[in-house]
Every structure is written in structure tokens, then in C-alpha cells.
């Protein structure tokens, strides 16, 4: 049986889409005012300062992270205002279940930002680069099903599966990369990184490293001319620097803390927008380290020690929800799995019972192990290390001797616990397959549990949508009860922007780090 896909009017009719508005305070930017009349004079340029994180390398095939890889390029299908499938760089496709083939219609006349015509050839190139072990890509795991890769003629990609992917759709948004710049290159320190070009809405025309990224538009973007003629990316890791700037005008839209967020409330020159998320944040453990190898009881007893309503209250000024589960933001949720409410005395009763005893410093110990480690966070993530700080006290009020350490950079094969971001508001294969699945590209933690891999596999198998429901369900029983993680609460996304600013659709649910925002960029506009 044959599926066609053929929803191009959606996609049209999402990249016109002009809803909410943004705000914050007058900024250096100039609004695009419509001519009045054919003879009057061109608008003014109009150009939108952003506060971003930091770039070393920009290449959407090895690093999953990025919100201005939906700026810089496209993918064969797209996210829409609600997280949907839309077409893309495909107008169309259809998928054969016989044979698990999807064939892949490119749309006509799509350009590289350097002019070259986009092939399937570039299609072909950019999967199999996904997929070579040598370009370690973040993100292989999600196409390892693809068996052959066929390119009939310069507008087809035939993709055949060795069994079915219901998340295939959605991997294939990820950016497709120009061949003719860069097959025969290694793909990891290639120049490319620092100078990407794509298909996306706007180019890449000069990056200051450590300063600013500055993108123009591209005139022949498939979706139409952007509104917005210059995004500069400033770079601004540090939070309550974005939130001055912001004030100050030195920017017109940037990520802020709950904690900075009253700065901007009842300011006119401000749109401040709630955003909800699919991303959480929790303690992960990390499996290869000694303490948690052998000791695989102390994710569920230390679970319990974890008073989280005080977090979400205290640090995310209650911008967030309990987190149990990393479904938990979709409909493939099961609700009625262990949650570990906080019960300091059930986490005690269960590291006695496995064993542990109180050491005469009032710490746990074990066959000479003490019960001590440190939760690790990235510099610049003030949430994470306050989350890590209150976190470190609940659990030495249980007898835990846990200390928090701010790194510049991530030892993940080396380090006891780290407080984890994940989340993704898309297929929920996204982000349980490669991050809980055995030695699956994001799963840091080195956790392993055949039943796991198991039961995800089915779930990504089937598109009998009960069937996969029962397969989430049961995979989120069997990680509860051997927990990777203790998730802690899911985070809200709260920009704040130039009140000019018209566009952002405020319903859509971002996913981690509050990537997503952008998906409809094209059409952001700033208005008078």
C-alpha cells in the first residue's frame, strides 16, 4: 500500500502566518514601513540584534543544538506552528510500507546560498555523513534504520529503511548540507563550520568569533523573501547581561531567566512572551563512574531526597511543572508511573536496605565507599547551578555528601552526575532513543537496560498508534523503576522582545534550550 504526501499548501500557508507580537524596549533597530505609493521612497533597512549563546562550529549534521540552524538551512520536511510535518525542501513524497521506502519529490528551482542549484545528490551526501561513524554525529542513532540511499535523477531521493521509523519525517527536517562544498572533506574541521552555506532563510555574511554572527537575507529562499533584512546573533552567554542589553537597546529579542523577567512586566516597549517547553532538567548519573556502576540502587533511593516545588518556586519563580517523565510534555505520557514525590525517609529506609550505613560524619557508606559526589554544570547556566546548589543540600540532608562543581567544559566520561537538559516537543523517539537507548549518541550517562532498548525499538517500529502508546507506557514503567535520571522540573522558555516585533506565534511549544522560536522567521517583521 502507498501513502502520498502532498500537503505544500500547508506549508505556504505556515510561512505567511503573522501571529503575536514580541516586545521589549525601543532598540537600535529600524522598522521596514510599507511605501505609501509606487513613486515613494524604499523602506529602511531593518535589522534584529539577538542574544545568543556562543558558536564554534555551525553544521546541523554533527551538532543537534543550535537555533540558527533554522535560520541557515533547510530540511527535506519542516516543523510547523504546532510541530506538525510540513514540506520543505520535498513539495512531496510518498511512502511505500511494502518495502519501507520513502521517495522524496525535491521542489524545483531551490538555490544554495551561493547560487549552485540544490540536488538530491545533496540529500544522499548529507545522510551518509549523518550515519559515518567517523563524523561521530550527535544524532546518528535516529537514522540507523536507513538502508540505502537512491538518487534516479537530480529531483528524487528514494530512502529505503531496513524497518520502519515512524520518526522518520521528523529527522528528515534536519538541514541538508551542500555536497559540491564539501564531499571529499572531513566534515568535523572542514572551514565549512565557520562558514556554512544552506537553503535556509538567511545566509551567514561575516562571524566575529566570541562577538556576533550576522545574517542577511536570502532573496531566494523557497518560502518566499523574509521580512527582516539583517539577524545579527550577538553573543551574550551570560543571562543578566541579555536582560540589561535588552533594557538598554543594545537588543531586540533574547532568552531571559524567570528572575529577570519582572524587570520587563508592565513596560510597554516589552513583549514578554511564556513559552512552554518540552524540556527538563534533572541529575543525570553517570553509569560508568564506580559509584553508580556498582551501586545501581542510589538513582531511585536519592530520587526521593528531591523536594522539587521548592525549585520550581525559588528558581524558576514557578515558571515550570514537576518532571517524572521525559514524555511528559506530549500524549504519550503515562501518568501513572512512580513520580518519587519527595520522602527523605523512604530514601533513607532505601539506601539501608540495600545496605548502605551512617558513617560517623552522618554520611552513608558502603563497603568502605562513602556516599560523595559532585553534580557538574556548564559555566553561564545560572538555573542549572542554582537547581544543582539546592539539590546538593536536600541530598546531604540525607546523608549524601554532594558538592556542586561549574565547569568550562563537560568530562563526561569522567564525572559522577550532571544536571541534564533534554526534551523535544516532536515524535517522542526524539530524544528516549538516543539518549536512553545503549550506547546511542546522546545517552552521556552510559546507562544500559535491555528492556529499554527493547521497548523503544517496538515504539519506533509500528505506527499503530495504540501499540506504540503501550510501548511508551511500558518504557517509562521500566525506567522509572532503574531510573537513568532524577528529573527534576520542565522549564518554560521566556523571551522578551521589542514590542515592534510581530510574528512569533507564543502556542508553539518549543524544545530544548528553547529551540523553536524561529521555525517561522521569515515572516517576522518589525512594525511601527
Partial sequence: MKRLYKPLALLLGCLLILSGCCAPAASGSSAAPAASNPGASAPAPSTLLYGSGDYTAINPALYEHGEIN????????AHGQDNQIVPALAESWDYDESSSTYT????????????????????????????????????ASNYEEIASIETPDDRTVKISLTAPNVAM?????????????????????DPF???????????????????????????????????????IFKIVPDTKARALQLLSGELDLAQIVPHDKAQFDGNDQFTVYDMKTADYRGILYNFANPLFRDHRELPAALSYAIDRQPIIDSVLMGYGQI???????????????????????????????AGWETGADGIYEKNGIRLAFAINCGEGDQVRIDMAKICAQQLREIGADVTVAVNAQTDWANQEAYLIGWGSPFDPDDHTYKVFGTQKGSNF????????????TEARE???????????????????????????????????????????????????????IFWNVASWIFEK
Fill in 70 to 77: 533554522l535560520l541557515l538551512f533547510s530540511g527535506l520536511t
Fill in 104 to 139: 522524496f519529490h525535491l521542489r524545483d528551482g531551490v538555490k544554495w546560498h551561493d547560487g549552485e542549484p540544490l540536488t538530491s545528490a545533496d540529500v544522499k551526501f548529507t545522510l551518509e555523513a549523518i550515519m559515518d561513524p567517523q563524523n561521530a554525529s550527535e544524532i
Fill in 169 to 189: 519525517l521528523d529527522y528528515l527536517t534536519i538541514g541538508i548540507l551542500p555536497a559540491h562544498l564539501l564531499e571529499g572533506r572531513d566534515l568535523i574541521t
Fill in 193 to 231: 563550520n565557520q562558514a556554512p552555506v544552506g537553503t535556509g532563510p538567511y545566509k551567514l555574511t561575516a562571524w566575529d568569533m566570541g562577538q556576533s554572527i550576522t545574517l542577511e537575507k536570502n532573496p531566494d529562499y523557497f518560502g518566499g523573501q523574509p521580512q527582516i533584512d539583517t539577524i
Fill in 323 to 353: 518532571a517524572y517523565s521525559p514524555l511528559q510534555a506530549g500524549p504519550y505520557l503515562n501518568p501513572g508511573i512512580e513520580k518519587y514525590d519527595y520522602n527523605p525517609t523512604k530514601a533513607k529506609e532505601q539506601l539501608e536496605q
Fill in 445 to 456: 550517562s552510559a546507562y544500559s537496560n535491555g528492556e529499554v532498548d527493547r521497548l523503544l
Fill in 462 to 516: 509500528t505506527d499503530d498508534d495504540a501499540k506504540r502508546k503501550a510501548f511508551y507506557n511500558e518504557f517509562q514503567e521500566v525506567l522509572a523503576a532503574d531510573p537513568a535520571y532524577t528529573f527534576i522540573a520542565y522549564v518554560d522558555a521566556i523571551y522578551a522582545c521589542d514590542s515592534r516585533l510581530q510574528g512569533i506565534t507564543p502556542d508553539t511549544v518549543l524544545g530544548h534550550h528553547g529551540v523553536g
